[in-house]
């Protein structure tokens, strides 16, 4: 038999169990300036983890997507299906002296 080199915590529920509940107390124990503080600081944390995730996201260097698209299926006699896709511009209409870009139809 091989013998395995984990850790095992002895008496499984009793021991996690007891863990929980001292922290829970010693918690508690703690004045309210030091919750004060430590909810300032992890809002502090939030805003500094966050913010640098979207200043520095990859998802902000993709290419964009068009918004509309017309996708066409072509089934060969073979049996193979081919796809094409092409962008659909949105009609543009004038607006005091300004092109605007619409994604509806109108009077359609």
């Known amino acids: 038999q091989e013998k395995l080199s984990t ?3 002895p008496l499984v529920p009793l021991i996690p169990s007891l863990s ?3 922290n829970v107390f010693l918690m508690l124990k703690l ?3 030091t919750w004060l ?14 913010g640098y995730g979207i200043w520095h996201s ?10 509309d698209v017309c ?15 092409q962008t659909v511009q949105p009609e543009s209409r004038v607006v005091a002296g300004i092109v605007e870009a619409t994604g509806e139809e109108e009077g359609r």
């Open 20 to 22: 929980i509940l001292l």
């Open 37 to 50: 503080r430590f909810f300032i600081w992890l809002a502090i944390g939030f805003l500094i983890y966050f």
């Open 58 to 67: 990859k998802e902000n260097l993709r290419e964009a997507k068009p918004r």
């Open 71 to 85: 996708a066409r299926y072509v089934v060969l006699p073979s049996g193979g299906l081919v796809e094409t896709v």
């Open 7 to 9: 850790f095992q915590v």
């Open 31 to 33: 004045s309210l300036m």
